[in-house]
């Protein structure tokens, strides 16, 4: 399913939430607003106004659905964009299988191989990696446990209805027997 479709069956998929949830008059209110500001965007100074008329009207709760629609909203495509990637990741990894794809990993080990560079060396080079973790989100972007597994259930469908398989290595290891997909240690 192309991205496009995705972000089209979420944003109807929220649209029936909204209605359902609020009611079908702030889902139309939401809409007001998203089809003026997208005009406004391609420079309309009525859109601009209308945006402005519909937004300022807008009561305390009526402002807090409208906004808490349309962070649902970017999250979700947020989501639709990044199941994109994946499938465009596992597509160059099924065309370039079972050489890397450009630019992974893979294709560095394979360039340092090449170049004579042996696993003791690779391996020393590992030993001495510092890698540390970096967490950027802004506080306001915290989330619920709920919603959170709520968007991976729904990133979950999407891989479904994209019908996106496992990548060529993810085959394989399915082929081998489990006891030797253990950890070496185990």
């Known amino acids: 399913m192309e991205i496009s479709n995705n972000i089209h069956l979420l ?55 409208v906004a808490a629609a349309f962070a ?19 597509q160059s990894e099924h065309a370039a299988f079972p050489d890397p794809v450009d630019e992974s990993i893979g294709e560095a080990l394979a360039i340092l191989k090449e170049r004579g560079v042996t696993s003791s060396e690779v ?20 989330r619920r446990r709920t919603i959170l597994s709520k968007t991976e259930h729904i ?3 999407l891989r479904l209805l994209d019908g996106t398989g496992l990548y060529p290595f993810e085959e394989k290891m399915r082929s081998i027997p489990c006891r030797l997909r253990s950890h070496p240690s185990g």
């Open 155 to 157: 990133a979950t469908l």
């Open 11 to 65: 944003g109807d998929l929220l649209g029936k939430v909204i209605s359902e949830l609020e009611s079908p008059e702030l889902f139309e209110t939401e809409e007001r607003i998203r089809k003026s500001a997208k005009a406004r965007r391609s420079g309309s100074k009525e859109a601009a106004e209308r945006l402005q008329q519909y937004v300022s009207t807008l009561g305390n709760e009526d402002a807090r659905v």
């Open 72 to 90: 649902a909203y970017f999250d979700l495509v947020n989501l639709a964009e990044e199941n994109h990637r994946v499938q465009l990741l596992r």
């Open 123 to 142: 391996t020393a080079l590992m030993d001495n990696l510092f890698i540390e973790l970096v967490l950027t989100a802004h506080p306001t972007e915290a």
